[in-house]
């Protein structure tokens, strides 16, 4: 017998959710690591944003448009994490459990270190905005659809986030 | 370098490091609830508590037979053909809190795909999966594989809801009893919804056809699966033996995570070859979730031919997923090894303080009442062994596999093959279940495969 609609609808929302995570999920954390600086947060917060469009799935008027949409759902989820702090600190000390928490740290390099520290202190539009820009190679416009911010935006604090890093480097060199 | 390269530079090189992450975990459904019924058949709401009276009953009866059984030594089979319905729940006093409540198992109506020892012109499949519940005896849901293709293997993480399937091309050679899995895919069960599983496709690779597949562990997680294989162990390839494999793979992007490999000059080398069958489950994974445990030296100086007396010398190495890729012998370590006992499943426990061997007798020159399918425990620490079950009946052929274990082994579920004639020509009896204190307690998962790792909790 046939599933009724509703069950049809949730059937596929679940097919295609996993096929879009499958196709993007690991992409989706690397972008989310640079923002919040671990793994398993980062892991966290793109699961909450799959999470989150497989519930919004049958009310999505494009579904063509759900990679932008999981996209702004984990930076914002990136800054929420930034705004619990204490929330942070317990997921980054379990981070050291993960098995390639050690290698990632021996094999970055002090210099890598040293940008990556400095891009964490960056306030969350600087660094999202610098991280699309450069990490993403995201033109204004495409920075400024995933930030859901104006390009004047993105192009002001893409600037003052360059400026900082400079300085934040200068100073540690 | 100006500051903008350094940012790429630098956050290249950090999601460079970042190479896999863990599946997708969606809630379950709601459960599915029927409609009201309709005015014509209100007769139902009457029948109702009748039909569950009579349960009541028949669970009543089903306790007392367990009770009388589990006094015995030993428990002797049903028909090999019994019907995975007409088993009952495992009820009060057994371990059965710890068993995962749902299992994942292969299922070929057709008996073909199973048979021992293989036809030499054998045409298999396809091969379903049935995902049933294990307490109850329900089956929750049959699973077909994907058109040209026969699922050939199953193994199962923690949380009671995620399996990973091996599927194989159905045009397959005559000859090759070990169909090389040519997909991956993930099964996500949801029981008690309209759709209570779903079937996903992984990126993981397939092998050629000849590749003997010696093992399939998923991760505890569900993050990592671990697959043990050999290229051109079986004759339709032209490319000669390769050397014997363990690679993890990221279940959610499909990379191999670790590679390592051992030269075997050219000889099968694999445990689980000589069975000729495609997932031993013989790889396992420890409590800390990243070591990996898997039987080895099933041929002699573990780079030679695989028979002669070092057959009866399996060993069981470990493997830390923090090393790095390379040497499979030099990367891992023996931390156990069996004397003199044939083991066709030989794995470690997740507490890593028992070996459990289930028997492969049946091969040797003298064919007695020892091929009898038996069951045996070794003490890590001790190298103790002690006979945890054994399915009496004087075979000639008696084959034993474990297919899952509590961390400390302390419960079992095994299936045993007995044969009275080695070719398979007389009487053969099947049987699987929950073994605890010697009694077998039979579960409903079917029983084609006990030589194969057909099911998995």
Redesign the interface.
């Known amino acids: 017998m046939e599933a009724p609609t509703g069950r049809r609808s949730a059937y596929e929302a679940q097919e295609r959710v996993t096929e879009l995570f499958q196709a993007h999920a690991l992409g989706l954390v690397r972008l989310a690591v640079l923002m919040v600086g671990d793994q398993p947060t980062a892991e966290d917060v793109v699961q909450d944003a799959f999470l989150g469009l497989y519930r919004r799935w049958p009310a999505l008027v494009d579904q063509d448009k759900a990679l932008g949409y999981v996209r702004s759902s984990v930076l914002n989820g990136c800054r929420m994490v930034h705004r619990a702090k204490s929330h942070r600190d317990k997921i980054a000390l379990e981070a050291s459990t993960d098995i390639e928490s050690a290698e990632a740290t021996a094999l970055l390099g002090e210099a890598n270190r040293e940008v990556l520290d400095a891009l964490h202190q960056l306030p969350a539009r600087q660094r999202e905005a610098v991280v699309l820009r450069y990490y993403l190679d995201m033109s204004e416009a495409q920075a400024a659809q995933a930030m859901r911010v104006s390009r004047g935006t993105v192009k002001s604090a893409t600037s003052r986030g360059i400026a900082a890093l400079g300085r934040l480097l200068k100073e540690n060199s | 370098m100006n500051?903008?390269e350094?940012?790429?530079?630098?956050?290249?090189?950090?999601?460079g490091?970042?190479?896999?992450?863990?599946p997708?975990?969606?809630?379950a459904?709601q459960p599915?609830r029927q409609p009201s019924l309709p005015g014509g058949r209100r007769w139902a709401t009457w029948v109702a508590p009748l039909a569950a009276a009579a349960v009541i009953v028949a669970l009543a009866v089903v306790l007392v037979t367990t009770r009388e059984v589990r006094h015995q030594p030993t428990i002797f089979p049903g028909p090999a053909t019994a019907s995975p319905a007409g088993v009952g729940p495992i009820v009060g006093g057994t371990p059965a809190a710890t068993l995962p409540q749902y299992y994942a198992a292969l299922d070929d109506p057709s008996g073909k795909a199973f048979s021992n020892p293989l036809p030499a012109h054998v045409v298999l499949g396809p091969v379903g999966v049935l995902v049933g519940d294990s307490r109850t005896g329900q089956r929750i849901a049959t699973v077909s594989a994907p058109r040209g293709q026969t699922f050939v293997g199953v193994t199962a993480a923690a949380d009671d809801k995620t399996f990973v399937l091996a599927a194989a091309s159905l045009q397959l050679s005559t000859g090759v009893p070990s169909p090389s899995p040519a997909a991956w895919y993930?099964l996500?069960i949801n029981p008690g919804?309209?759709?209570p599983t779903?079937l996903?496709r992984?990126?993981i690779p397939g092998e050629p056809t000849g590749t003997q597949f010696s093992g399939i562990s998923l991760s505890p997680n569900g993050r990592y699966l671990a697959v043990m294989f050999q290229q051109g162990v079986w004759p339709t390839s032209n490319s000669g033996t390769g050397p014997l494999n363990l690679v993890v793979y990221s279940v959610?992007?499909g990379r191999a995570l670790r590679a390592w490999t051992q030269q075997t000059k050219g000889f099968p080398a694999g445990y689980g070859w000589y069975y000729g069958r495609y997932s031993d489950t013989s790889i396992t994974w420890l409590a800390d979730g990243?070591t990996l445990a898997f039987a080895d030296g099933n041929n002699s100086g573990e780079d030679g031919p695989p028979l002669g007396d070092a057959f009866g010398g399996v060993k069981i190495r470990t493997i830390d997923?923090?090393r790095p890729s390379g040497d499979l012998l030099a990367a891992s370590k023996v931390v156990f090894a069996v004397k003199n006992h044939w083991c066709m499943t030989l794995q470690l426990t997740a507490d890593g303080k028992t070996v459990i061997c289930g028997s492969y007798y049946g091969n040797t020159a003298v064919r007695s009442a020892q091929s009898d399918p038996e069951i045996t425990d070794y003490s890590v620490a001790t190298g103790q062994g002690r006979l945890v079950y054994r399915f009496s009946g004087a075979y000639e052929l008696g084959l034993a596999n474990i297919l899952w274990a509590s961390p400390d082994g302390s419960t079992l579920v095994g299936s045993v093959l007995a044969q009275s004639n080695y070719n398979g020509s007389g009487v053969i009896k099947r049987s699987g279940g929950l073994i605890a204190k010697g009694v077998l307690t039979p579960l409903p998962f079917p029983l084609g495969a006990p030589d194969a790792g057909q099911a998995s909790f």
Not at chain 2, 17 to 22: F, K, S
Request: charged share 30%; aromatic share 0%.
């Open positions: 500051v903008e350094r940012v790429r530079v630098a956050t290249r090189a950090r999601t490091l970042v190479r896999d992450i863990r997708l975990e969606l809630p459904r599915h993930l996500r919804s309209a759709h779903t996903t992984l990126s959610s992007t990243h997923l923090v």
